[in-house]
């Protein structure tokens, strides 16, 4: 494919389009090598360190394991800097949406693009300024540092074949996730590449477009390039900014929660003493508190209803408007839906399974305090019990039951199909 872009023979319209498609080619197998090989998180991570140490204000200390803001006056600075021009480069988008000059197609084909690059930006902002979601982190990779160390017996999270399904089903989602994170700059590169005017992206916001139509002078043939590129870098912005990590987080923790009340199962089961298994309860407990006051009032809202618009939009363009748009940029749609809807289903299942779970726990806790012989500790345990409230992810003053998952998959889905309708010709 390279040496016939690079050979005089093609015109410069059949050069524009392949090169839209060998840097999509090249993404693909790139990650589909990674896949195969199964690279070391831990070698991934020192790379994207590298490439992410001028983008974001945080940086992993591996002296003490944790991480920490960034000291370093010059890289806060330019990434302070970076995080304005992609705040600058999301309301152009937004501009270029509401506009009347763009038709309805283009609005909904952007409908699925612009959520995702305002949430991220938005968790961005709250990645680079506040400390909860720092101090969450840290705090429980020391958490599991005193489980795998006291309850080790009880955990194997060392064999992942032998973890939950659902802890599974999230190794999954998070891989989906990084080459998400990888292949998409690069189909929006591509698509903008082949179209300069495709809205919601920089091209559209330059005088050279003018009705859809990209202007055929010198100037706007040379900014034909440059700007798909910058397209390009405000993209890897948009993945590696923070926000991006944060929405995984939240995935993580809550398979977190269901695996630390499966350690307090097994202890049980094997050692069925009270007091210890109450007491890691509470500890726990005050995790689970740490991760609402993080996630509740802001990001777990802003998570969901971007989940859900962009499930709506992105499910609508996949299935109507797929022949308006030429392969393989069109597997960014497929691509973004899929992860809605496993975002969308799989975390909010997960987040009320630790409800139903913690129950169950408490449950087993009262079971045991029953056959307690002396009354006088049988008081003392329901006392103790009285403070082992369910465990709860919050969304804002609610949380997250058995119910949510349905109604979220029934309000999208209805949605997408009433699109379809709508715009049925």
């Known amino acids: 494919m390279v040496p016939g872009v690079i050979s005089g023979d093609a015109s410069t319209d059949v050069k524009l389009q392949s090169m839209a498609m060998i840097p999509t080619c090249f993404a693909i197998l790139f990650l589909t090598w990674i896949w195969g090989l199964e690279i070391s998180s831990l070698q991934l991570f020192n790379s ?3 490439f992410e140490q001028y983008v974001i204000k945080v940086v992993w200390n591996s002296v003490r394991c944790k991480i920490e803001f960034v000291k370093e006056k010059k890289r806060k600075n330019v990434a302070h800097v970076q995080r304005v021009v992609f705040t600058l480069y999301v309301l152009g988008m ?3 949406v509401l506009s ?3 038709s309805t197609d283009h609005k909904l ?10 949430t991220t930006l938005f968790l961005a902002w709250i990645w680079s300024r506040h ?4 101090q969450l982190f840290n705090s429980l990779s020391k958490f599991e540092d005193h489980l795998i160390s006291k309850y ?3 955990i194997f999270w060392n064999r992942l074949a032998s973890t939950r399904i659902s802890t599974q089903g999230m190794v999954i989602f998070s891989k989906i996730m990084c080459i998400t994170l990888f292949a998409a700059p690069f189909l929006n590169f591509g698509m903008v590449l082949v179209n300069p005017c495709q809205p919601p992206f920089l091209g559209s916001m330059t005088p050279f477009c003018t009705g859809e139509v990209w202007s055929p002078s010198l100037i706007a043939t040379i900014f034909r390039v440059i700007i798909p590129l910058i397209d390009l870098w405000c993209c890897f912005l948009c993945s590696f900014g923070g926000g991006a990590f ?3 987080f939240f995935g993580v923790c809550v398979t977190s929660f269901i695996e630390y009340l499966d350690v307090i199962g097994r202890h049980l089961s094997q050692a069925p003493k009270l007091m210890s298994s109450i007491k890691l309860y509470r500890k726990i407990c005050i995790v ?3 991760l609402n006051n993080a996630f509740s009032a802001v990001v777990v809202p802003c998570l969901l209803l971007n989940a859900m618009g962009v499930q709506i939009c992105s499910g609508f363009v996949t299935i109507s408007r797929h022949s308006l748009i030429p392969m393989p940029q069109f597997l960014l749609y497929p691509l973004v839906w899929l992860n809605a809807i496993v975002f969308n289903f799989l975390v909010t299942t997960l987040s009320s399974y630790v409800y139903g779970n913690s129950g169950k726990i408490v449950g087993k806790l009262e079971k045991i305090m029953c056959h307690l012989r002396f009354r006088y500790g049988r008081r003392i345990a329901q006392r103790e019990l009285r403070s082992c409230s369910r465990l709860k992810i919050k969304l804002g003053n609610n949380f997250i039951d058995g119910m949510t998952p349905l109604v979220n998959q029934d309000l999208a889905w209805n949605q997408t199909m009433s699109l379809m309708l709508l715009r049925k010709p």
Request: without cysteine.
């Open 48 to 50: 994207l360190s590298k």
């Open 94 to 96: 937004v501009r270029v």
């Open 246 to 248: 944060i929405i995984i």
């Open 288 to 290: 689970e508190r740490m």
């Open 131 to 134: 400390i909860s979601q720092l």
């Open 100 to 102: 009347e000059d763009t």
């Open 152 to 154: 080790d017996q009880a």
């Open 109 to 118: 084909q952007s409908m699925a693009i612009i959520p995702v690059f305002v």
